[in-house]
C-alpha cells in the first residue's frame, strides 16, 4: 500500500511539472487585485481574451520639463491610449508604446541643393503606428500608447531633430505611466494612469524607433524593453560620412533642418522659425565637421546607461537608414551585456510584417510577455541572431557579425602582368603606375560600375579573380587609399560591388571628406597634388558572393545620389601599391591557403544556434530534475509512514 501511494504521488508529482510543456492554457491576472480579469497565456505568450471593440481610447496632455519653443511654458504632448475596457474595473496592463513625430504627417520642404556646393517626402498620414499593433495587442491585455512629439500636431513646442529636449519629452510619458509626471484631458483635468502597471516597452520605425533608442540611454525607471526598428543611434552618421555631407538614400539634399520642418504640424508654425533657422545654422553643411549640435544628438556615448532589453530589427536593403546604424548599436549592447536580439532582413525601410507576417508577431508576442508580464518562456533561449537570405529562408546565430569571418586585406592593383586581376590577397610589386581619375558628379552609380576593365575617366575599378567558392561578407569593410587631389576640396567615394555572370550589383557604399582625414571635428584644407593617406569605413553588410562571382571595389570622387555635387573636374591621383581594403568575410579568398575544413568546423558551435540542441537539453533537464524530485517525494512519504 506504502508502494502504491508512492507511486500515485510521484505520477501526480510529473504531471504537475509537465503542465506547461504539453501548452496548456494559463490564467494569471494582468495585477493584484481580486476582481482583476485575468489575462490568457499559452505557449509563453498572452493569448485574445478583451474585446478589441470594447476597448477604451483616451486622449490626454503630458506636462513635461521642456519649453522647447521659450514661451515661458512646460510644453504639453498630446497622447492617444487604446486599453482593455477591463481596466476600468481595477486591471492593469503594461504598456506598448509608440513615439512619434509623424502622427501629424510629414510636409518636407525644398531640398538643400546639393549642386555646385562645395567649401575650399512622404504624404500626410493619421496615426504612424501601424494597425496590426492596436488590435492585436489590446485583446491580449496591452495598452497600446501613441504620443506626438514635441512642435507636432495636438502637441506645443518645436522640433529639434532627436536632441535631448524631444528624449525627455518622450521619457515624461513613461515617467507617467509610473505616476511620476501629471497629465490633463481637454478640459484642464488632470488625469493619472491607474490602468498601467508601470512596465513598458516602446517599439517604433524609423524616427520613432529612434526616439526609444534615445529614451532608452536615460535609464528610465519602468522601460522594460525597446524594439526600434530600421531606427537612428547617431543622427552625424546619418547625414554626414567621415566628414561628407550625404544624404539618406532617396532623400538627396536632405537635412536635420529640412526633417524639423517638415514634422513641424502644430498650431501656429511660426513660432519656431527661428529655431528652425538655427538647426540649419547649427547643423553646419558647409563643412561637414562633427560639432555641439551632432554630439547632442549622438546616442552612442550614452550606450551604457541602457537598462531596458533591445529587440533590434533592421534591413539589409534599408538605403534611408543605413546599416550603421544598427551595427554600431549592437556593438555596445554587447559591450555592455545588455540582454538583445536581432532580426536583419532582405526588406528595405519596411515593417517586419511585410517582411515575416505571422511570425513576427508570434516572435513579438513572446517578448513582450517575457519582458513586460514577467512570463516565462523561450524567447530568450532562441537564437540571439537570425539573418534572412535572398531566397527568403532564415539562418540562426549566436552572435554577429559571424564568430569565423576573417579580416583578409586585399591589396589593389594594376600590374601589367595580369589585367583581369585587380584586387590581391598577396603583396602586390612596388613599382606600379599612379593611376588617375576626374570627378563628374552627373554620372549616376549604376552607370559608373559597368565595364569594370575598361578605362574610365571618371572611376578606378580593381576587381578580384573569380571565386572559386562563395564567401560572405559579415561586418563592416575598412578602405586606406593613398592618394593626392588637385584641389583644396573633394569628395572620395566608393563602392564595393558583385560582378557575375549576369550583371553587377551594388553591395555597400563609403564617403568621406578627404579634410577630415586627421579629425571628423576640424576640417583641414588639402594641399593641392601632396599625397596623403585616406583611411574611412563603408557600410556593413551580411551578404554572400557566389562562387564563380568577383569582388570589385570602385574608387570614385562624388556619389551623384548621396553626396554633393560639385562641377566636374576634379583631378584624384591613386597610388595602388599603398592602398588595400580589408574585408571580413568567411571563407577562402582566391589565392589564399586553403586549407581542408573538418565537419566540426562547418558547423561550428560558436557561430551556428541550433534549436533542436536547445529544445533537447531542455528535455533532458527536465526529465532529471522530475526524477530526483520524484525520488525525494518517495522518501519523504516513506519516512512519514514510518513516523506514523
Partial sequence: MKKRNSMIALIGFVFVLFIPLLGKSERVKADNTEDA????VKDGMTQEAFSYEEAIVDKVYVETPVDSDEDGEKDRIYVEIMRPKETENGMQVPVIFNMSPYNGGLYYPDYHDVDKELYGGKPASSR?????????????????????????????GCPTTGDEKEILAAKTVIDWFNHRAVAYDKDGKEVAADWSTGNVGMIGLSYDGTLANGVATTGVEGLKTI???????????????????IAPGGYQGDD?????????????????????DQIEKDQDRKTGDYNGFWDARNYLKDADQIKASVFLI???NDVNVQKKQFAQWWELLKKNEVPRKLWLHQGEHVDPLEVRGEAWLTTLNKWFAYWLYDIENDVMDEAMVEIEHVDQSWEELNEWPR?????????????????????????VPSDQEKERFIDNASIKASEIIQHPFTDSNN?????????????RLSGTPELTIKASVDRSAANLSALLVDYGPDGEEIVTRGWMDPRNRNSLSKSEALIADQPYRFNWEMEPHDYEFKKGHRIGIVLLSSDHAYTKRPEPGTEITVYPEESHINLPLVGNFPGEDIQTASAEDKDHPDNKASGDSVSQVFIYASIILVVIAGFGLIIALRKASKSN
Wanted: net charge negative.
Fill in 37 to 40: 480579469k485575468e489575462i490568457v
Fill in 128 to 156: 504612424n503606428l501601424k494597425d496590426h499593433y492596436f488590435n492585436y495587442f489590446v485583446p491580449r491585455g496591452y495598452a497600446v500608447v501613441t504620443a506626438n512629439s514635441i512642435g507636432t500636431e495636438h502637441s506645443d
Fill in 227 to 245: 524594439v526600434p526598428i530600421n531606427a537612428i543611434t547617431n543622427w552625424y552618421d546619418y547625414y554626414r560620412a567621415n566628414g561628407a555631407v
Fill in 256 to 276: 536635420a533642418d529640412r526633417l524639423a520642418r517638415g514634422v513641424l504640424t502644430r498650431d501656429n508654425p511660426d513660432v519656431c522659425k527661428d529655431f528652425m
Fill in 314 to 316: 533592421h534591413g539589409l
Fill in 403 to 427: 564568430k569565423d569571418a576573417e579580416d583578409k586585406t586585399l591589396y589593389l592593383t594594376n600590374d601589367d602582368r595580369d589585367e583581369s586581376i585587380g584586387l590581391s590577397i598577396n603583396d
Fill in 459 to 471: 572611376r578606378l575599378a580593381y576587381v578580384s579573380p573569380t571565386l572559386e567558392e562563395s564567401v
